[in-house]
């Protein structure tokens, strides 16, 4: 499962989303830097584990039920075999699975010899207060568990684009209008209000198979536009290959989302819109992000004018050019 034991190792435990798991990995490189270990092995389920795994600081990516990890969450229950082995060859083990005072931390470090280091990844009241970004916190947590960091690194997924066949020497733009809930998704009518100011770009539609699913009307929208306007509809099944052609674009342009986490991971000029969630918190990490949000956080997402949002967009588009 691992390699020999002598190899300096970071096991990292996270049971959060696509999106969570990419701000996290800013933390693990700070700490797999700071303990020199030569492997992290990270066990998640968030699809954006499997693409980290082998193109970040991230070696290896092990599914919960690989490893039975759900054993550590019963109570007075020993740790499935195959955790504790992985465990016990661990030189450090970083937790986003709770607070040192919860139990799953007790049950770590009864499995492991190695340092254990747990957080909270929820933000907590000062957090959201004092609009300080999630992983400040993070790092602070790591902090008073004994280990220092210094600042942090935006996250890095190293991912090769797919060479396209086109004499098209546009700027490509990736537009992607879902994400996980309706209250963060910008209505469509403005996406397209952005779209129809790209004139000198290629445009891209991204949605989800399981956006096309759960909104007939917007994949007919979308589709419809497309075929009017000779734009690009994308609807990819394979996480890999749609993060692959997220990396071959110029701009990225998308709600807070998981997938706008990744094309900002990736190195991708991105445009992020908030609403109900705060930026300045759960934003991207990078100067190559540029987020656009509501007046206020937690207002509704369509208080975001359309004018900001082109503003921005075509401002990322001229220092990318």
């Known amino acids: 499962m691992m390699q020999a034991p002598d190899v300096p190792t970071l096991v990292f435990l996270h049971q959060g989303a696509i999106g969570d798991f990419v701000l996290a990995m800013s933390v693990v490189q700070a700490v797999a830097a700071k303990v020199r270990a030569a492997r992290v092995v990270a066990i998640a389920s968030a699809p954006s584990a499997g693409l ?23 109570e007075g229950a020993a740790a499935d075999r195959r955790l504790r082995e992985l465990l016990a060859d661990a030189s450090c083990v970083l937790s986003f699975l709770g607070p040192p005072s919860g139990p799953l931390h007790g049950a770590l470090r009864e499995a492991t010899q190695a340092p254990v280091i747990s957080l909270d990844p929820r933000p907590s009241a000062e957090t959201l207060d004092q609009r300080q970004h999630i992983t400040l916190q993070w790092a602070s947590d790591v902090a ?19 060479a396209e066949s086109t004499d098209d020497s546009r700027p490509m733009v990736i537009i992607h209008s879902g994400s ?15 779209a129809d100011t790209l004139h000198d770009c290629r445009v891209k539609w991204m949605l989800g198979p399981a956006e096309c699913e759960s909104d007939t009307s917007l994949l007919k929208s979308v589709r419809q536009r497309c075929e009017s306007r000779n734009e690009v509809l994308l609807i990819e099944e394979d996480f890999l290959k749609a993060a692959g052609r997220i990396a071959a674009a110029d701009l990225y342009l998308g709600n807070d989302a998981g ?17 109900p969630t705060d930026p300045a918190v759960w934003q991207p990490l990078g100067d190559h992000v540029l987020p656009v949000a509501t007046p206020q956080p937690g207002m509704p997402i369509d ?3 359309a004018t900001a949002v082109i503003a921005a967009v075509h401002a990322r588009l001229a220092q990318t050019s």
């Open 52 to 74: 980290a795994a082998g193109r970040s600081a991230i070696n290896q990516r092990l599914l919960p039920d690989q490893v039975g990890l759900h054993t550590l969450f019963g």
């Open 144 to 162: 008073r568990a004994g280990l220092e960091l210094t600042e942090l690194d935006p996250p890095v997924i190293r991912m090769d684009s797919p």
């Open 180 to 194: 996980g809930g309706d209250a963060k998704c910008w209505p469509l009518d403005r996406f397209m209000a952005v």
């Open 259 to 275: 997938v706008t986490h990744v094309a900002a991971a990736m190195g991708i000029p991105t445009v992020a819109i908030y609403g």
């Open 303 to 305: 208080a975001v004018p």
